[in-house]
């Protein structure tokens, strides 16, 4: 495997490991330059993506290269400016067109008037049971918007193809005949036609935002304005939001994606070949597609890593799948420990771990508590005495109360229903 080889390889993993804002940010325009025994020599063309490589990714990156030649032991960035006749004398040295470079960065261009990457569309989306209501909401809403449902709000977790499913909205209506006026993320206060936000959740907590967005929402909503929404939760599970937001949130259609099912997982995968005009045995394809569950990211992310192997090496057995998956592949309880659950409760509930611990009765503290001691003892079978050690030596009898409280709303409360939905499908994605 040569160099280039390496590095395309290292990069169709990266990008599914960190978030496509921090891939785009910082590994653009890297590349190995050189081998010295056992360490690889990685240019960058800054020195702030220097320090943040060395900092930040230094062992992530070195583990990918690992994963592809155990024999590297270390990893060395040094400053060397990329310009654009380099990256085509590489390309050349490749023997490949352009289009063939098996990592394009194509989830980074966008459309600059519209902010919308021109690849998420409604023909090249998935749909199954675990999307099917989403997907049939944000048809209705691209084919008559303003008039449907308004705003739609979709929710669900990372990876699962939120952001895939509002902007094919925004791409179908853009190039709609009448050419009505389109924008994603950053509304500016012309006036516009169709007004798409991701990830709405992080503006709770943020006031003045909060106001600018109330009023900008009740202008374009009372011209009968489409308006998008999405979120990693619902909006009655979304912590300081203000009440007046909340309201308008739910006064539309509010549609889930959530976790995809073998057959769909299976069919996801045909897509993706098809895409990269590739093909794997439908005995690889059944083993990803069983054991690659956590989201579908993860799935292409599972899938890139066997077309980079194959299309270095040629052959591609069973075995050889095994190995090269071993770290997307997980068992419940390699994911569902304690830690993973107080981190996965305190984040849910917009709170820091240590804030579980207090020693208070203050009612944001208290129920996120009592869902971490249900989840211990539901999950991971703990005992009501080791779940009362971990939260500080309280008396057993706290914990079979938190748990007996939890388990009686459940029953009775949609809400925290589906919260624990959430946090549960968080834990067990990884």
């Known amino acids: 495997m040569n160099n280039l080889e390496l590095w395309q ?98 989830e980074f261009k966008i459309n600059k008037e519209t902010n919308l990457n021109p690849r998420y569309t409604f023909s090249n989306f998935v749909v199954g049971s675990f999307n099917e209501l989403a997907h049939a909401a944000a048809l209705a809403v691209s084919d008559n918007p303003g008039f449907t449902y308004n705003p739609l709000f979709i929710y669900g977790g990372t990876g699962l193809g939120k952001t895939h499913l509002i902007q094919a909205i925004g791409n179908k209506v853009s190039d709609d005949s ?9 509304a500016s206060l012309a006036p516009i036609d169709l007004l798409i936000l991701d990830d709405i959740q992080f503006i709770a907590g943020k006031n003045k935002s909060q106001e600018e967005f109330f009023h900008v929402f009740n202008s374009l909503y009372e011209k009968n304005k489409q308006i998008v929404l999405s979120s990693d939760r619902p909006p009655n599970a979304i912590a300081e939001l203000e009440e007046r937001l909340r309201s308008r949130f739910e006064g539309g259609m509010i549609a889930d994606v959530s976790l995809p099912d073998y ?20 005995e690889i394809l059944d083993y990803i597609a069983t054991n690659v569950k956590k989201n579908i990211r993860e799935l292409e992310g ?35 420990n ?59 009898t706290t914990a079979i109360y938190a748990y007996k409280k939890i388990l009686q709303e459940n029953e009775e409360n949609n809400k925290l229903t589906e919260e624990l939905n959430l946090i549960k499908q968080r834990i067990y994605s990884g």
């Open 338 to 396: 304690y830690k993973k659950i107080i981190e996965t409760v305190a984040k849910f509930y917009n709170l820091d771990e240590k804030n579980l611990f207090d020693v208070t009765r203050r009612k944001e503290i208290v129920r996120p508590r009592q869902v971490a001691m249900f989840l211990l003892r539901k999950e991971l079978k703990y005992s009501f005495p080791a779940i009362a050690r971990k939260f500080g030596g309280k008396d057993h």
């Open 263 to 282: 057959e769909t997982r299976l069919v996801i995968l045909k897509t993706k070949l098809q895409e990269k005009n590739m093909d794997l045995s439908e």
């Open 302 to 336: 599972a899938l890139n890593k066997l077309l980079v192997y194959n299309k270095i090496n040629q052959t591609l057995d069973l075995e050889t799948v095994k190995k090269l998956l071993k770290g997307f592949v997980f068992s419940p309880f390699d994911v569902a």
């Open 178 to 186: 009448k050419k009505k006026r389109v924008k994603y993320f950053k």
């Open 9 to 106: 390889s290292v990069l169709a993993q990266m990008q599914f490991h960190i978030s496509k804002a921090n891939f785009a940010t910082w590994f653009q325009n890297t590349e190995i330059i050189s081998r010295d025994n056992e360490k690889i020599i990685i240019s960058v063309p800054n020195a702030f993506s220097k320090e943040w490589l060395s900092n930040k990714y230094n062992k992530l990156i070195l583990k990918t290269l690992r994963d592809s030649d155990d024999s590297i032991k270390d990893v060395e960035f040094i400053i060397k400016p990329i310009l654009a006749k380099d990256i085509s004398s590489r390309i050349s040295a490749a023997n490949e067109k352009p289009e063939e470079i098996q990592l394009k960065f194509d």
